[in-house]
């Protein structure tokens, strides 16, 4: 029986997220990530049962950090009773801060979770995010508004508006290495779509 070498499964990985990030879960290759660790592809199968295995293995750690701060961030959501309208910029700014932490240690396996994971077990990871979205959104009007229910176009409101804030975040990952960029980047367009939902909000609230 022959010894894995840890040199040569750490090649593996970093070849791997290079192809990853280029070409995204789905459109990758297992032959190119081989010959991008100097290896066979038969070879590579030794260290790794599949692409989905090999995936797990990079983005596992991730992932679980990514999990951690979302339920942080729901936890707080739901512990709030009172928001003012002017406020509504610190809430949603948890998200701002939940990425740019998360881009501290794993600026690569945060962009490839959220941009570049169709097809693999973490697919859903930009989901949950307009999810916490969505759930931030909602508390925000409904407590402004002093109400438990919200009608139809309310809802259809934030639906859109937590999908387009994400989306732009991930454009902006997808576009942008530099950590201080990526930051200032996403502070600008959360400042943007925050005061726009705090004018909406007190424009309703003035009618009631």
Do not use: W
Not at 46 to 60: E, I, P
């Amino acid at each position: 029986m022959q010894i894995l070498k840890e040199e040569i499964r750490n090649n593996i990985l970093s070849s791997a997220l290079s192809e990853f990030e280029q070409y995204g879960y789905a459109q990758s290759s297992m032959r190119r990530i081989a010959t991008a660790a100097g290896i066979t592809t038969g070879n590579i199968y030794r260290y790794f049962k599949n692409k989905d295995d090999l995936f797990q293995a990079l983005m596992g750690s991730a992932h679980e950090q990514f999990i951690s701060y979302t339920i942080a961030i729901k936890e707080e959501i739901e512990k709030t009773f009172t928001i003012h309208s002017d406020e509504v910029f610190e809430y949603i700014k948890m998200v701002d801060e939940t990425i740019v932490e998360l881009l501290k240690d794993s600026s690569t396996e945060i962009k490839i979770l959220l941009t570049l994971s169709e097809g693999s077990a973490y697919a859903s990871a930009k989901q949950d995010l307009i999810a916490i979205v969505i759930q931030i959104l909602e508390k925000v009007f409904t407590v402004t508004r002093e109400t438990t229910d919200l009608d139809p176009k309310d809802r259809l409101s934030i639906q859109m508006l937590a999908v387009t804030i994400i989306e732009g975040v991930c454009l902006i990952l997808r576009d942008h290495r530099d950590g201080a960029t990526i930051k200032y980047l996403v502070d600008e367009l959360l400042q943007v779509f925050s005061v726009g939902i705090a004018e909406k909000i007190s424009c309703v609230t003035r009618k009631a």
